[in-house]
C-alpha cells in the first residue's frame, strides 16, 4: 500500500513537471529505498524478508554498470548489460528503472532526422549545416531544469562554435506558451545558439524525447549520443569535433 501510494505520487509530481533530471531521479530512487525497508516491517513493526534481496542486489550492480557503460559511450556494453538485467531479473526494480535508458539507446546509431521547424526565434537552418557535429537540445520555457541548462549550453556553444559545433534548441511551446515568453527568456539569459519551434512533435519523436530536457548528438548523419545535457562535457563535445 505504501510503496502504490508513493508510486501514484512520484508519477503525478514527474508528469506535472514534464522535466527529466538526474538529481530528481536519484531522488526518486532514494526514495523507493526507504519505502522498501518500511514495507520489510510489515503492519506490525515484524521484519518481513524481501522476495529475492539478493536478485535486487545483483540488479542494482547490472543498473550500475549500464550507466557507468553509457558515461564511456560504450554502448555495446551497455546494451549487453541492458539485455542480461531484463533476462536475468525481469522483475526488479533495477529492470524498471533500466526502461529511459534502454529507450535512449535505441536512438544510438539512427540517422538524423531531418530538421522541420514551425519558425525560427534565432538563427535559421543554414546555421545547422556543416560543421563537425550538431547538438540538438530539446526543452520549454516553462521547466525549471531547462531554465538552468541551457543557459549553461550557450556557454557551450559559445566556446565550441568555431571548432565545429553546431547547436539547435527545439521547443513544442507547449502549455499555451507566447513567443514574447520564448524571447524574453533567450533575451534574458543571452541565449545565442539558434532556437526554432519544432514542427508538431516530429523532431522529439526522431530523437525518443519523453522527458526535458534532453539532448542529442549528431555526427556524419548518424546520432552518436542521447542524453540529458547536464551529462555533456568537453572531453565528450572535444572527441565529437576532432580536437
Known amino acids: 500500500m505504501v510503496r502504490n501510494i508513493v508510486s501514484l505520487l512520484v508519477g503525478v509530481a514527474i508528469l ?23 514495507e520489510k516491517r510489515g503492519p506490525a513493526g515484524a521484519v518481513v524478508p524481501t522476495a529475492n534481496p539478493e536478485e535486487e542486489q545483483a540488479a ?8 557507468e557503460a553509457m558515461d564511456k559511450m560504450d554502448y555495446d556494453t551497455a546494451r549487453a548489460k541492458v539485455t542480461e538485467l531484463k533476462t536475468k531479473y525481469a522483475s526488479t526494480r533495477a529492470a524498471k528503472a533500466v526502461v529511459r535508458t534502454e529507450e535512449e539507446l535505441a536512438i544510438i546509431g539512427k540517422p538524423e532526422a531531418a530538421l522541420t521547424v514551425e519558425k525560427w526565434f534565432q538563427g535559421s537552418e543554414s546555421d545547422v549545416k556543416g560543421g ?14 531547462c531554465k538552468r541548462e541551457v543557459p549553461k549550453l550557450a556557454e557551450t556553444y559559445n566556446k565550441y562554435k568555431g571548432q565545429g559545433l553546431n547547436m539547435v534548441g527545439l521547443t513544442k511551446m507547449s502549455r499555451d506558451v507566447t513567443d514574447d515568453q520564448v524571447t524574453a527568456f533567450l533575451s534574458e539569459q543571452k541565449i545565442t545558439y539558434p532556437i526554432a519551434k519544432e514542427q508538431g512533435d516530429s ?21 552518436v549520443w542521447r542524453g540529458h545535457p547536464a551529462k555533456l562535457n568537453d572531453d565528450m563535445i572535444k572527441g565529437w569535433l576532432g580536437t
Open 132 to 145: 563537425e557535429a550538431t547538438l540538438y537540445v530539446f526543452w520549454e520555457v516553462w521547466c525549471p531544469h
Open 60 to 67: 542494482a550492480n547490472l543498473l550500475k554498470e549500464v550507466g
Open 16 to 38: 506535472a513537471a514534464g522535466c527529466a533530471d538526474p538529481e530528481l531521479e536519484k531522488r526518486v530512487a532514494d526514495l523507493e529505498t526507504k519505502v522498501t525497508e518500511i
Open 203 to 223: 523532431m522529439s519523436q526522431a530523437y525518443g524525447v519523453k522527458g526535458i530536457p534532453a539532448a542529442a548528438v549528431v555526427k556524419d548523419g548518424k546520432v
